[in-house]
């Protein structure tokens, strides 16, 4: 892991290795599973009615696609594009779909999947309109989240990593779009 990176103008310093992201997917991946096998035994996970993971674009594509590898059910993958950043550091608030979902959530078991949750605003706002299609069971995974940021009461059922309310890159989550090919997660330097 490189001690520093450079993205535009700012500086960041490793934070959660390679190594420690692997280890981690591997146990949500495990929990996940057995959770499913456990909960939903009257409406189970089949090929006839695979889990749907909802995959929040764009940052969390590179969780996804490790998670997905350490899910052991017969599981279904759909996108949605949301931002609420806008290029900045910090968020606004404002939470647009930037790419819609195309697929029915009316009686599936849902899993929304997600790099991190920060104020909790978008994943509140795809929580509420999942909810509306009423799907057989709702649940949510994200890799990273951030307690003290949270602005909202929102849920978070699977956490890989609560962290510092820091801006962090890498591992999918960009800096001005830059960033994300990185293979640990790296924290903008303050120093
Ligand atoms: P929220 O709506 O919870 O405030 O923010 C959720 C989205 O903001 C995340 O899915 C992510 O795209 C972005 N975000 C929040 N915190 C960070 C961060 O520390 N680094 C990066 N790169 N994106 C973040
Ligand atoms: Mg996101």
Redesign the pocket.
Known sequence: MPTKVHIHDKQFVPFIPAEKLHKKNQELGREISEHYRAIHSEAPITDQNPLLLIS?L???FVFLADLIRHIDLPVEVEFIG????HGA?E?T?V?QETIPLRQTIHGRHILVT????????????LKDSLIKESPLSLHTVSL?R?PE???VDVTVDFVGFDIEN????GYG???QEL?RGLDGIYVLDEA
């Open positions: 929040v764009k940052g969390s949301l931002s609420s950043y550091t968020t608030g939470v997600e790099d991190i949750v920060d104020s909790g605003l978008s994943l509140r706002y990273l951030k940021a949270l602005k820091k801006f962090v890159v989550l960009d800096y960033g």
